[in-house]
């Protein structure tokens, strides 16, 4: 089965660095995704983690650790847009993907 | 532009009907699929199909119904068995293989009332 863990809510100042961790054990995984989603519109996707390491996106910026089952997106110079939720998800083993979300982590970026 | 189109956007249903949702992309797409998501809940999958005519449930299938006849079209039925429907519905589209980004439409929210 999969099973994937993040913080419920976030606040952060704006301007400041925020780091949203993601927990995932998983019986099969072939990479990890961050998706974006403001209230009431469809996720949008910020990145896709196959291998270990840190991957930057201009602002934002997302780890994967394998080993330890784990991932976060950073998010430097906080905007007030990027007030949403932010969703993980895991991508399993196989020739078809069926991915697995979290139950995402509401930030709220104040003045 | 590519992308998928979800419609309607707000939908009321009274109890015992069945209501189908529509999802259509011009992404040339293999893959499609039905996510909900509900408050306080991660997005879970309905139904996925991978090629036309071929489709698999996928976590909470129950009380649901797909059909894949197009690759462009994948519509969703919400029938009087679901015992709980009013949620927030996501169609999403991905290439098979690659970087496997699910690409969504904006959603329907489906109200019983």
């Known amino acids: 089965g999969q099973n994937i863990d993040q913080p419920t809510e976030m606040t952060a100042t704006e301007g400041a660095i925020v780091q949203i961790n993601c927990t995932y054990q998983t019986s099969g995984f072939n990479g990890l995704f961050w998706y974006q989603q403001h209230a009431g519109e469809a996720p949008t996707f910020l990145s896709y983690?196959?291998?270990?390491g840190l991957e930057e996106k201009g602002r934002f910026s997302s780890f994967l650790s394998r080993s330890k089952g784990y991932s976060y997106l950073l998010l430097k110079e906080l905007q007030m847009k990027d007030s949403a939720s932010y969703l993980c998800?895991?991508?399993?083993?196989?020739?078809?993907?069926?991915?697995?979300f979290g139950t995402g982590t509401k930030l709220q970026v104040i003045p | 532009d590519g992308g998928i189109t979800q419609s309607p956007k707000y939908l009321f249903r009274k109890e015992g009907q069945n209501v189908t949702l529509s999802c259509e992309q011009n992404l040339n797409h293999d893959a499609m699929y039905w996510y909900r998501q509900d408050p306080g809940q991660g997005l879970r999958l309905i139904y996925y199909s991978q090629i036309v005519n071929d489709f698999q449930k996928g976590d909470i299938a129950e009380g649901y119904s797909v059909s894949r006849e197009k690759k462009e079209s994948f519509p969703l039925t919400v029938t009087s068995a679901q015992k709980n429907p009013t949620a927030f519905y996501l169609c999403?589209?991905?290439?098979?293989?690659?970087?496997?980004?699910?690409?969504f439409g904006e959603g329907s929210r489906l109200t019983v009332l």
């Open positions: 983690n196959v291998l270990d």
């Open positions: 998800a895991v991508s399993p083993h196989g020739g078809y993907q069926k991915v697995t």
């Open positions: 999403a589209s991905s290439i098979e293989r690659g970087s496997r980004e699910l690409f």
